[in-house]
T-cell receptor, first 111, second 117 residues
Framework: GEDVEQSLFLSVREGDSSVINCTYT??????LYWYKQEPGAGLQLLTY?????DMKQDQRLTVLLNKKDKHLSLRIADTQTGDSAIYFC???????????FGAGTQVVVTP | ETGVTQTPRHLVMGMTNKKSLKCEQH?????MYWYKQSAKKPLELMFV???????ENNSVPSRFSPECPNSSHLFLHLHTLQPEDSALYLC????????????????FGEGSWLTVV
């Protein structure tokens, strides 16, 4: 099975908060990432968190890491229509640039 | 603009054609990567180059041939591909100082959409 798992779809109303969840299996992961992919575009790095941190906040984005449960979440406050995209969770093992990605969560923001 | 530029953005090729994808990074990074993104599958790492040396080949068929002439440029040469190779090919780069010192962020290009007919 996949090493990184995400739910496939999330629908959220504009102005509400979105929470995207991710679980991973590699306990040696040192960094975990969230990327955003808009239609027809490449991956845009949103934020990342070091494994010895529990939380990281960056403007509307809050990342929570539960290392014991190997659970990562991304919260987007005041979700806007421009936040509609696919969000990928990724973990980095100890080798060069080897990111293990989840399948992505499609976020649809409705007015 | 992430500092990683890929060309062409779209490519249609026949199964007997030879074509190449090009990637250039303007970030001064020392590591470059090719990833493949297929429909309904997670991103797959194909190749890793560090200081121009290939450090990883993730069991990629030989019809895909990477080339890294310097730390700023990366190519993916394509030959006798199959329709199932149709996908988005993403180039990425990072500044990695040594294995084990993870965390340096990886920046992706916009991707090259490949269709094999």
């Amino acid at each position: 099975g996949e090493d990184v798992e995400q739910s496939l779809f999330l629908s959220v109303r504009e102005g509400d908060s979105s929470v995207i969840n991710c679980t991973y299996t590699d306990s040696s992961s040192t960094y975990l990432y969230w990327y955003k992919q808009e239609p027809g575009a490449g991956l845009q790095l949103l934020t990342y968190i070091f494994s010895n941190m529990d939380m990281k906040q960056d403007q509307r984005l809050t990342v929570l890491l539960n290392k014991k449960d190997k659970h990562l979440s991304l919260r987007i406050a005041d979700t806007q229509t421009g936040d509609s995209a696919i969000y990928f969770c990724a973990e980095k093992a100890d080798s060069w640039g080897k990111l293990q990605f989840g399948a992505g969560t499609q976020v649809v923001v409705t007015p | 603009e992430t500092g990683v530029t890929q060309t062409p953005r779209h490519l249609v090729m026949g199964m007997t054609n030879k074509k190449s994808l090009k990637c250039e990074q303007h970030l001064g990074h020392n590591a470059m990567y090719w990833y493949k993104q297929s429909a309904k599958k997670p991103l797959e790492l194909m190749f890793v180059y560090n200081f121009k040396e290939q450090t990883e080949n993730n069991s990629v068929p030989s019809r895909f041939s990477p080339e890294c002439p310097n730390s700023s440029h990366l190519f993916l040469h394509l030959h006798t591909l199959q329709p199932e190779d149709s996908a988005l090919y993403l180039c990425a780069s990072s500044q990695d100082d040594s294995p084990g010192l993870s965390g340096n962020t990886i920046y992706f290009g916009e991707g090259s959409w490949l269709t094999v007919v």
